[in-house]
């Protein structure tokens, strides 16, 4: 393994460690065991963007793969996110069938769901972790976003019904170093 690789994986991972995660999740894991979605489910998370259901429709054209078929394309995990045991799903795209559209040089898109098939919340990051700490009855959650020798932290607590940006925060991926706040930049 190269020296970023390790790097970039002793960033994410000690991070973790720090913010005692109750979920985690990253680009380069395998879904193979995670179940999968029902078609509303896959529906919802496609058409709620235009540009990525394009981009997924033309995709999937070029490999062949049946229109509008979405449920295949994604895979879940029961989340621990509410203190009233309401039930959330992490929803994120399958490593088999691989479309590029769901990823970026190192992240991947995901998405939370609840109950009634609502998107709660969206994003595409290197790395995904639910926190122990929460807010207003939820579990706080923080992306993680690398590149050029840095991962930012971003944390996000559940305020007025959605996710928001609580605090971000820099670490170095050779030395582990975190420290408060990000580039502006970023």
């Known amino acids: ?5 390790s790097g970039l994986l002793f960033a994410i991972l000690s991070s973790a460690v720090l913010a005692k995660p109750v979920f985690e999740t990253y680009t380069e894991e395998k879904t193979t065991d995670w179940p999968g979605i029902s078609k509303m489910q896959a529906k919802s998370i496609v058409n709620a963007d235009t540009d990525l259901k394009s981009q997924v429709d033309d995709e ?3 490999k062949d793969m049946k229109a509008g078929d979405y449920q295949l394309l994604f895979a ?3 989340l621990p996110l509410s203190s009233e045991g309401k039930a959330f799903l992490f929803i994120r795209p399958k490593s088999e ?10 992240t991947f898109f995901h998405w939370i769901i609840d109950d009634r098939n609502n998107i709660v919340y969206a994003g595409n990051s290197d790395a995904f972790h639910v926190l122990s700490s929460s807010h207003n009855g939820m579990k706080d959650i923080e992306e993680s976003q690398c590149r050029g020798g840095k991962c930012y932290l971003v944390k996000l607590s559940f305020k007025a019904g959605r996710y928001e940006e609580v605090s971000c925060s820099t670490q170095k991926i050779e030395s582990g170093k975190i420290t408060k706040g990000c580039d502006p930049a970023m």
């Open 97 to 106: 069938p691989y479309l590029q559209t769901f990823y970026g040089a190192h």
């Open 1 to 5: 393994m190269n020296m970023k690789v």
């Open 76 to 78: 879940s995990r029961k």
């Open 60 to 62: 999937m054209a070029d």
